[in-house]
């Protein structure tokens, strides 16, 4: 399997999983053809959404900001490119996804919503996602995000905890707040067991 084929299911599964933690079962979900957004959504209230979806990695603010030799020695010192998977998230990782989303010039299909889905604490990278942790507070969210969101042609941008199954969702009215807090219960994470997940609300 190719690695377009690899991201386009990782794409339709993080979207899957969004919808899942909603309570909401689309009638169809798949892979959309750029320059639309990745992924088109049928639901059963008439509602066609074209979702683009990012993943959000720890450490992104911090090695877009730094020097290529601190980057080097950050990576050499945690024991290899890994160091990115391990290290907490925060807002400013977030902001730095949205950022490099917000500016692209979309072919939304007719009749269609764009949403934007941040998908964190995916568990696509085995076992060394199992340490993730995601600090989030929503103000501070709103102060990097709220913005840049507003003056985009996204209708609504959701942030998915999806190890710990948080899910904070964003719209023009109600800016960013949180739908579903993240769980610490080991029962919330059937795939990998015994990971805590901490947030900063």
Same mark, same amino acid.
């Given at each position: %399997?190719?690695q $377009?084929?690899?991201?386009?299911?990782?794409?339709?599964?993080?979207?899957?999983?969004?919808?899942? $933690?909603?309570?909401?079962? /689309?009638?169809? =979900?798949?892979?959309l053809?750029? /320059?639309?957004?990745?992924?088109?959504?049928?639901?059963?209230?008439?509602?066609?959404?074209?979702?683009?979806?990012?993943?959000?990695?720890?450490?992104?603010?911090?090695?877009?900001?730094?020097?290529?030799k601190?980057?080097?020695?950050a990576? $050499?010192?945690?024991?290899? !490119?890994?160091? %990115?998977?391990?290290?907490?998230?925060?807002?400013?990782?977030?902001?730095?996804r949205?950022?490099?989303?917000?500016?692209?010039?979309?072919? =939304?299909?007719?009749?269609?919503?764009?949403? *934007?889905?941040?998908?964190?604490?995916?568990v696509?990278?085995?076992?060394?996602?199992?340490?993730?942790?995601?600090?989030?507070?929503? /103000?501070?969210?709103?102060?990097?995000?709220?913005?840049?969101?507003?003056r #985009?042609? &996204?209708?609504?941008? &959701?942030?998915?905890?999806? *190890?710990?199954?948080?899910? &904070?969702?964003?719209?023009?009215?109600?800016?960013?707040?949180?739908?579903?807090?993240? #769980?610490?219960?080991s029962?919330? &994470?059937?795939? !990998? /067991? $015994?990971?805590?997940?901490?947030?900063?609300?």
């Amino acid at each position: %399997m190719d690695q $377009q084929t690899l991201q386009e299911n990782r794409e339709r599964e993080w979207v899957k999983r969004l919808f899942e $933690q909603k309570g909401i079962d /689309p009638l169809d =979900v798949k892979s959309l053809k750029c /320059p639309a957004p990745d992924v088109g959504v049928s639901l059963s209230d008439g509602r066609c959404l074209a979702i683009e979806v990012t993943e959000v990695l720890a450490g992104e603010y911090a090695r877009r900001n730094a020097r290529k030799k601190e980057i080097q020695q950050a990576q $050499q010192a945690a024991g290899g !490119i890994g160091w %990115m998977f391990t290290r907490p998230a925060n807002a400013l990782d977030v902001a730095c996804r949205i950022e490099a989303k917000v500016g692209k010039d979309y072919h =939304v299909p007719n009749g269609h919503q764009l949403h *934007l889905l941040l998908a964190a604490g995916t568990v696509e990278h085995g076992t060394m996602a199992s340490t993730l942790l995601l600090f989030i507070s929503i /103000p501070e969210l709103n102060q990097l995000t709220h913005d840049m969101l507003e003056r #985009s042609r &996204y209708q609504h941008a &959701y942030l998915h905890l999806q *190890l710990g199954r948080g899910l &904070y969702e964003w719209n023009r009215r109600d800016r960013w707040h949180e739908v579903h807090p993240p #769980s610490c219960r080991s029962d919330a &994470y059937p795939l !990998i /067991p $015994q990971l805590k997940l901490q947030t900063g609300m």
